[in-house]
């Protein structure tokens, strides 16, 4: 289902769903053509999360992330050429290029840290979240993760202080592990946790903790707004964990899109290989928002294609700053060490 | 100028700077650990009980829990009690708090102090005797603190915690009973050696708890004739070598003590800066008085067998002079 909010932010949260689902299209594209270098993870099949969750925060939420962080970023409204600049290693990225896709971090958007270490924003999440409760101001901190953070030794310590202080945090875990790679149909996790559901977990430190399908955004954006709305009026932590099915693009360590998204795509995936056509029909967040939106009225598929080409163009224009931006001055490598 | 104990010097830095700065909040044990003065501890938390905080005993936990903070706008002190636990933190210390300013370009800043009392302390055997400043001094983005003196516990306490970048605060609970002046107020600026006995013949650089025995070293060797120059880096990171250069270029011999082990310790580091900027004002050999390359022994006369001991330490002194 829809989530339950008008049409212009529902028009919204469709071009963000897009705009990642682009980006990370082309940047698959750009790895494949040697046109940088490194690892990097990407978020498609998991915007359906992402963007409500993510729309529901207040501008002065402190935000924590991974390395699968650029959905989340593009989710705040980061703007795509600064961090692509970043990706590239570019003087105009975010991090002014000392991150890396791992890393990139608009502390303008609120994010204080993406980590690229498994597991390792949950307690600095958590001492975001001390810093706003002893203000008091109702702001919230946020941890954005994935089913593999838990099998961390970080987490339950983490669970258990912010649970103990009553912290004003929010887990949302992010489990893409649903049927995932290596893992035939049916058996658990991507990841090798004996406490499943992973909701086990949390509970276990008594913090309130559900599973949602992570595919639905109405049900994401309606979970996570009750569960927002208790954490800022001091009811303490949350985990929320949403179940996505992942991309089959992603199930190698090196992503490849079998089949580049179209709006078409979402009443026809006859043009995926066949092999991969029922995630693109029964597992893909954006295309399932595309076909409610205009079963519920709110535009037609010519609609969808303009905001479509206006994505793509954005991104076209991302990709061409990102490229035109020079590598940082050698000068770069030594300062930032100290304050 | 008064004179205080530094267990007293050490009370009143806390005390001033949770009546200073609401953004401090102290987080961990009592910055005492085990000894006596752990119990005036309680006076501060019971005068700022929403700026204490207990944490269970995770040290991955809150010690994470505290850069996250720091990021968010307070200025957090945390004590992990002795060293030898910072290994529990390891993960969020050097891959978290370390990094953030750099990898995030200048946006994010970390201003978190982590106190542990480190060293030999008597007794706490290979696992409570850790002395974690040599690893942590090859993790750019850490300040490096070690006081020796009540003037310097007072002084540096503050300027770490006033300080923008996470700071690692090595206390040495073998301090705790030292006396010593201490004035008002003042700050102690991070990167500054102090010169903590002039003398024309030899510098016996020291750091800690060494610098103490440095000192009885140098009062002792005095009748025999030897001038020692005690010195004391005071803060790893920043390292002041100017001060230390300028001992070096007036006495030409070079000793250098301190309680990490010796591979790639403290000490190492110390003598390959001194080597590579003077090595022309050298009449001898740097020697160095390290822990020697072992886990510590619980056993009494095995521990003072594998420190820096004032026996050692008189040897390396008297061998270059010699």
């Known amino acids: 289902m ?164 009553k912290l004003p945090v929010l887990f949302l875990c992010e489990n893409n592990g649903k049927y995932g790679a290596g893992n035939a149909v049916g058996a658990a996790q991507s990841s090798t946790m004996a406490a499943y559901p992973l909701t086990d977990l949390p509970q276990a430190y008594k913090i309130p903790a559900v599973q949602v399908d992570g595919t639905d955004a109405g049900v994401v954006h309606e979970t996570l707004r009750e569960n927002i709305d208790a954490i800022r009026s001091g009811a303490g932590p949350r985990f929320i964990e949403t179940l996505t099915v992942r991309w089959p693009g992603s199930e190698t360590n090196w992503p ?3 089949a580049p998204t179209t709006v078409e795509l979402a009443w026809d995936a006859s043009g995926a290989p066949e092999d991969v056509r029922d995630w693109y029909r029964n597992s893909d967040p954006l295309l399932r928002f595309m076909r409610e939106l205009v079963e519920n009225g709110h535009v037609d598929r010519d609609e969808l294609e303009a905001i479509n080409r206006s994505v793509t163009e954005q991104i076209s224009a991302a990709v061409d700053f990102a490229f035109d931006s020079p590598y940082p001055d050698l000068a770069e490598a030594e300062t930032d060490v100290f304050v | 100028m008064r004179n205080l104990k530094y267990h007293e010097a050490k009370l009143e830095a806390l005390r001033e700077l949770m009546e200073e700065d609401e953004r401090v909040h102290l987080i961990g044990g009592t910055f005492f650990s085990l000894s006596p003065h ?18 269970p005993i995770s040290e991955l936990g809150f010690c994470g829990l505290a850069t996250g903070a720091a990021m968010a706008g307070l200025r957090p002190v945390v004590d992990v009690t002795t060293g030898s636990f910072l290994f529990e933190a390891w993960p969020q210390v050097v891959n978290e708090a370390a990094n953030v300013l750099y990898m995030s370009g200048g946006q994010v800043r970390a201003p978190v102090v982590f106190h542990m009392l480190h060293g030999l302390r008597g007794g706490g055997a290979a696992q409570h005797s850790g002395s974690p400043q040599a690893m942590l001094w090859n993790c750019p983005g850490l300040e490096i603190v070690l006081p020796s003196s009540p003037r310097d516990v007072k002084g540096l306490l503050k300027a770490a915690v006033a300080s923008d970048n996470p700071t690692v605060f090595v206390d040495h609970s073998n301090l705790f009973e030292t006396e010593g002046p201490v004035p008002d107020g003042d700050r102690i600026p991070l990167g500054q050696a102090d010169v903590k ?36 880096p005071r803060t790893l990171v920043p390292f002041d070598l100017d001060t230390i250069m300028a001992s070096v270029e007036k006495t030409g011999r070079v000793v250098i003590a301190d309680e990490t082990h010796q591979s790639c310790g403290v000490a190492a580091e110390i003598a390959a800066r001194i080597a590579e900027s003077g090595f022309d004002h050298l009449k001898g050999p740097i020697r160095r008085v390290a822990t020697l390359d072992v886990p510590v022994p619980y056993s009494q006369p095995l521990e003072e ?13 008297r061998e270059a002079t010699r």
């Not at chain 1, 729309?55 to 989340?72: A, E, I, K, Q």
């Not at chain 2, 020291?206 to 120059?229: H, N, W």
């Open chain 1, 2 to 165: 829809l989530p339950a909010i008008s049409k212009e932010p529902l028009l919204d949260q469709c071009r963000r769903m897009l705009l990642i689902r682009h980006f990370e299209e082309r940047l698959i594209g750009l790895h494949h053509e040697g046109r940088f270098r490194g690892h990097y993870h990407v978020y498609i099949g998991q915007e359906g999360t992402g963007v409500p969750a993510i729309s529901l925060l207040r501008p002065d939420d402190l935000l924590f992330s991974t390395h699968r962080n650029h959905g989340h970023i593009l989710a705040r409204g980061g703007d795509p050429g600064r961090l692509l600049a970043e990706i590239l290693g570019r003087r105009d990225g975010y991090n002014r290029g000392k991150g890396g896709s791992f890393h990139t971090s608009p502390r303008e958007l609120g994010f204080l840290q993406c980590s690229g270490v498994v597991g390792g924003i949950l307690p600095l999440g958590a001492g975001a979240a001390y810093a706003a409760k002893s203000r008091g101001a109702g702001q919230i901190a946020v941890c954005l993760f994935g089913d593999g953070a838990l099998e961390e030794g970080a987490i339950p310590e983490t669970f258990n202080l912010a649970s103990l202080w």
């Open chain 1, 256 to 258: 490849v899109v079998k």
């Open chain 2, 38 to 55: 752990r119990l005036k501890f309680a006076a501060i938390e019971k005068a700022w009980p929403d700026r204490v905080a207990a944490p």
């Open chain 2, 197 to 232: 006995r002039p003398g024309a013949d030899v510098t016996l650089i020291a750091t800690s708890f060494t610098v103490q025995r440095a000192l009885a070293v140098a009062e002792a060797l005095a009748s025999d004739g030897i001038d020692v120059e005690v010195v004391d």
């Open chain 2, 305 to 317: 067998y594998i420190g820096p001991s004032e026996e050692r330490i008189a040897r390396a002194v």
